[in-house]
């Protein structure tokens, strides 16, 4: 079996239309046709970060085994997507293959064979949602898995300003101890409510953590902590489960990730998510939690939220993402 990704058994194609594997996002768009002309490889099982060998020899077998575009599928995890691309262009034809970046702004793909695809996005949108019509029961939520420093640092920044009506946790996941000053890692997991700590140890990311019905989105505010080690805008769950469950919304990553936002057609709450500098952001966010009046301020704003949910669902505003993609693809297969 070539096509190895997620939600696909060895030679079992009736697990093409999981949500979480490519082929069934175009289905969902009404883009079979054009699927059927494309071959998808997950990240994980083209070894990139090896060098590019393995790949082209990847990409060179599944051409010639189906005559199919190879689409290579990066746009999953933060990954240096446009070095990749160079690399495999000293072998390839920018005809032979494809890249889906994992940043979500059209402009940052000039490449003819490279484009934005919203993965995350479309996750959100086909899981079984639990959190339509919840209730606000929180007043700031924010919910780390992996302990990056500025996530780490923004806990350590909001500490003394938590609340019991708050639900933040920032656990000890991933390999970032040595990137963290002196005894930050073993003050981790942190959270300011016991029963709603959800680290599990070594043994994998947080099963709480994943569920769509997550305290952390039953908040008036989410703070959502999206990876910012790189100028990448990836925008995951961490971003679109706080949008279609009705919270105001602090993007707390890439600093364009506001922008991109507001590009794509999403309301943007220009008091505390303006565009800066993880310490300007910061400083709001410690503003914000001083406050008493949070509860408020979400129904001062409630229209946004509303907004937000409604284009969140609303086909047209992924579709302008992914109408970027088909169109280079479509040109592609045309030569």
Request: proline share 5%; charged share 20%; aromatic share 12%.
């Amino acid at each position: 079996m070539l096509e190895h990704y997620w939600g696909v058994a060895p030679n079992d194609n009736t697990h093409w239309n999981t949500a979480v594997s490519h082929r069934a996002q175009f289905k969902y768009f009404g883009l079979e046709k054009l699927s059927d002309q494309l071959i998808f490889f997950y990240d994980g099982h083209l070894r990139l970060h090896q060098g590019p060998e393995y790949a082209v020899e990847l990409i060179t077998k599944a051409a010639a085994q189906t005559g199919r575009l190879p689409v290579l599928c990066l746009d999953g995890n933060p990954c240096d997507a446009d070095r990749y691309h160079q690399e495999l262009c000293k072998h390839l034809d920018v005809g032979d293959f494809f890249v889906f970046h994992p940043d979500i702004r059209p402009h940052m793909s000039n490449q003819s064979n490279m484009a934005p695809w919203p993965s995350w996005w479309f996750y959100q949108l086909v899981e079984h949602n639990h959190q339509l019509n919840q209730p606000k029961t929180h007043r700031v939520s924010f919910l780390s898995g992996s302990s990056r420093y500025h996530r780490v640092k923004l806990l350590r920044d909001i500490k003394p300003h938590v609340t019991n009506q708050d639900v933040i946790i920032v656990n000890q996941i991933g390999n970032f101890k040595d990137l963290l000053p002196t005894g930050w890692w073993d003050e981790l997991p942190w959270t300011n409510r016991p029963e709603l700590c959800d680290y599990v140890g070594n043994s994998g990311y947080a099963p709480k953590m994943e569920q769509n019905i997550h305290s952390a989105f039953a908040a008036c505010v989410n703070i959502n902590g999206e990876t910012s080690d790189n100028d990448q805008v990836l925008l995951s769950e961490k971003t679109w489960k706080a949008y279609r469950s009705g919270c105001l919304v602090i993007n707390y990553g890439p600093e364009q990730a506001t922008q991109t936002l507001e590009d794509l057609g999403f309301e943007i709450w220009d008091e505390f998510d303006q565009v800066g500098t993880h310490e300007h952001k910061s400083n709001l966010i410690v503003q914000l939690m001083q406050r008493d009046d949070i509860e408020d301020l979400y129904q001062k704003n409630v229209n946004m939220v509303k907004h937000n949910v409604a284009w969140f669902n609303n086909p047209k505003a992924i579709k302008q993402v992914t109408d970027v993609a088909v169109a280079k693809l479509e040109n592609l297969l045309t030569k």
